[in-house]
């Protein structure tokens, strides 16, 4: 979330002459940076091509500092001390920077500037829709051109990783002004923890040990995976393939045939032989993961509730347009409803 400050708190932050909507006219330019892990270059080495992909212009560069390198790209330096952001960020290069833009000029919303005595102007949040240009731009060109440049260092007898650790973007106003827009956000987290006994927690961990030799191995994986992994998409994708591997192991032990006749029997439903036989092969030729996962409901998983079910094929429907290109990231909270899910069918 974004956090708002009273004008006191502004002002005393250094934000101290007040801005119209549309008094400032900007264009501008976001820089992410890699770390080339598997390459030496030599002191000094810095160069910069300019292309275009996706109909976007970008800029990329190698260098052996950061600060060369961003010059290459935007005539700033990309940290007033290389060292210490050196130490922060863990890295010593070399470094693959890409440039993105510039956008088309927005006018500032209503907001604060601070000006420097170099001339140029930070302003707070007051160019919000720059983000979103910005975050477009992004999304169409850094995949493929990180991807090529990954393709391109590396060699039968070199391996090159391309680690990202930081992002910045800065603006030129139309007077030839630089300009930079920051705004604070913050992160939260909470939890509610409750109290358990001593012999309630020996249950579990009795139980735990009991569970875990008879999980799917390959499910536990990907569900660890899931934990220890902070960010959204990777989390959701992790715990979305122990669903899929759980269900697929699952459904390749279910008796078909068994399974359909004791359904049956309970609807009150009478079929000879040959229909039993032959709903038992429909079920067993099923390839639909939701199909697959519905009939596991049905025999095997038959806590779930008509909401979980639901719920699967929801995040069945988010994974595909990840995989297709129709969408970068999950809605927000779906890591967490496959976490759940998983826990369900895994831990019953």
């Known amino acids: 979330m974004t956090i708002t400050f009273s004008t006191d708190v ?7 002459e007040a ?8 264009s501008f330019t976001s820089v992410t940076v890699y770390e080339a892990r598997g390459i030496v270059v030599p002191d000094g080495f810095s160069d910069v091509v300019q292309a275009r992909v996706t109909g976007a212009d970008y800029r990329i560069a190698i260098a052996h500092s950061v600060n060369a390198g961003c010059r290459e790209l935007t005539g700033d330096d990309f940290d007033e001390s290389e060292v210490e952001w050196c130490e922060r960020v863990k890295s010593n290069g070399p470094f693959v920077l890409i440039a993105v833009g510039p956008t088309e000029f927005f006018e500032c919303s209503a907001g604060r500037i601070m000006r420097h005595e170099d001339g140029s102007m930070t302003s707070y949040d007051s160019f919000p829709h720059v983000r979103e240009a910005l975050s477009a731009l992004e999304q169409r060109v850094i995949p493929p051109v990180l991807v090529a440049m990954t393709c391109a260092l590396n060699e039968p007898d070199c ?22 827009d920051i705004r604070i956000e913050g992160k939260a987290e909470a939890y509610v923890s409750r109290s ?7 249950g579990k961990l ?6 875990a030799p008879k999980l799917n191995q390959r499910t536990a994986r990907f569900f660890a995976l899931g934990m220890e992994e902070s960010d959204p998409l990777k989390r959701f994708l992790n715990f979305f393939l122990a669903l899929e591997v759980e269900t697929y192991a699952v459904f390749g032990r279910i008796d078909h045939q068994a399974q359909a006749t004791q359904l049956l029997s309970r609807a009150g439903a009478q079929s000879s032989t040959a229909t039993l036989s032959l709903i038992g092969l429909q079920v067993a030729n099923l390839k639909n993961l939701f199909d697959r996962f519905v009939w596991c409901a049905s025999c095997v998983w038959t806590d779930l509730a008509e909401t979980d079910i639901a719920l699967f094929k929801e995040l069945k429907s988010a994974r595909d347009e990840i995989a297709h290109g129709r969408a970068s990231e999950p809605p927000p909270g779906f890591a967490r409803s496959a976490e759940i899910l998983a826990q369900k069918i895994l831990w019953r």
């Open 19 to 26: 801005v119209a909507q549309g008094a400032i006219v900007a």
């Open 206 to 211: 009795f139980s735990a040990t009991d569970k």
């Open 196 to 202: 358990l006994d001593g012999a309630l927690l020996s």
């Open 159 to 180: 391996y090159v990783e391309l680690r990202k650790l930081e992002r910045a973007s800065s603006g030129r106003c139309s007077d030839g002004t630089s300009i930079h």
């Open 10 to 16: 502004m002002e005393a932050m250094g934000f101290r």
